[in-house]
């Protein structure tokens, strides 16, 4: 008797397992269906319109791998490369350092901290928004703040966004000014440092420089490591401050002409569906290529506790 009431025992756990897990899969149904329909099912479309020439009035007819071949000999889609890279190079380390600088500054308790991180933070929120756009494009207008400030002490001022050798920096300077979400992924990381470390630090008469090249450099590294992947993922992504800024256009001489703009612009201007879903997926391969470097170089710098 008792072997069989083990076993309508476990008859009823299996039938009650089998409903939780039907439970969840009805719970997960929706995020299932978006994932089909809204992400890998316009993926696969995507991969298949790679590989074709679309216009969106014709059916996609089937050219091999012409599209990709493009890409080697075309010279805007170079240039548009090397204003990626120098934006991704150029802004995510001064991001990240200016993230970091406010985040030491801000862990030292100042008084109204909460007040300072929600200030801090709201750029990041509001920094790839067309109106934040379209204030940093009157800002460093030829008639804007930046030139009516320079001219109070007497410096004369210039069109920031129509002069191709500045215009990159101003959306630099943009993306730069968002760094309120790494800051506060830098303060959550300094905070988990245990205090231990800098008191013994101190006994053996350790200053606050080498407190901080030594213990909360090292000790952070993970945190940075996953800041700078993130960012460096964001910033291959950036379109909106380009378009807003430039007008469209990847103006002046292309200089804000970023791989995204450039894609839309064979994409949704000229209609060139099957190059731009080519250039799509060129797009995914680069910051695959940049993530999987990230990874494979953090083992060098990288320090985890355990």
């Known amino acids: 008797m008792s072997a069989l009431n083990e076993l309508r025992s476990l008859g009823s756990q299996s039938r009650r ?18 994932l089909v329909v809204l992400t890998l099912g ?11 020439k679309y216009n969106l009035i014709q059916p996609p007819r089937f050219i091999g791998f012409d599209n990709y071949l493009r890409m ?10 090397r204003v990626t890279f120098t934006y991704v190079l150029v802004s995510v380390p001064l991001q990240l350092l200016f993230a970091l600088m406010v985040a030491v500054a801000l862990d030292r308790g100042m008084r109204g901290l909460a007040l300072y991180r929600s200030i801090f933070y709201l750029p990041s929120l509001l920094g790839s928004s067309v109106a934040i756009a379209i204030l940093w494009r009157q800002l460093f207008g030829t008639q804007g703040l930046v ?5 109070m002490v007497g410096i004369q001022g210039m069109g920031w966004i129509s002069n191709p050798d500045t215009a990159l920096g101003t959306i630099i300077l943009l993306n730069v ?10 303060l959550a990381g300094l905070r988990q440092i245990p205090s231990l470390y800098y008191e013994a630090a101190r006994v053996d008469g350790a200053s606050k420089r080498q407190q901080f090249f030594t213990i909360t450099l090292p000790m952070l590294t993970p945190i940075i490591f996953f800041n ?42 000229q209609l060139d569906m099957g190059y731009a ?16 470097i990230n990874f494979f170089a953090a083992r060098y710098w990288v320090f985890y506790d355990d």
Do not use: E
């Open 228 to 269: 700078l992947v993130l960012q460096i993922i964001g910033s291959f992504q950036s379109f909106t401050q380009a378009f807003i800024v430039s007008g469209g256009d990847g103006g002046p001489v292309d200089s804000t002409m970023f791989y995204t703009l450039y894609l839309y612009q064979k994409g949704f201007a």
């Open 42 to 52: 316009p993926m696969i479309a995507s991969l298949y319109i790679s590989f074709s």
């Open 277 to 292: 879903s080519a250039l799509a997926w060129g797009l995914v391969f680069i910051i695959g290529a940049f993530t999987a």
């Open 147 to 151: 030139n009516q400030v320079l001219g």
């Open 72 to 81: 080697f000999s075309d010279p805007r889609l170079f240039n548009s490369l």
């Open 177 to 186: 000014w968002t760094f309120g979400a790494p800051m506060l992924i830098f």
């Open 17 to 34: 397992g089998k409903g939780n897990t039907l439970v969840a899969y009805a719970f997960l149904l929706p995020w299932l269906i978006g």
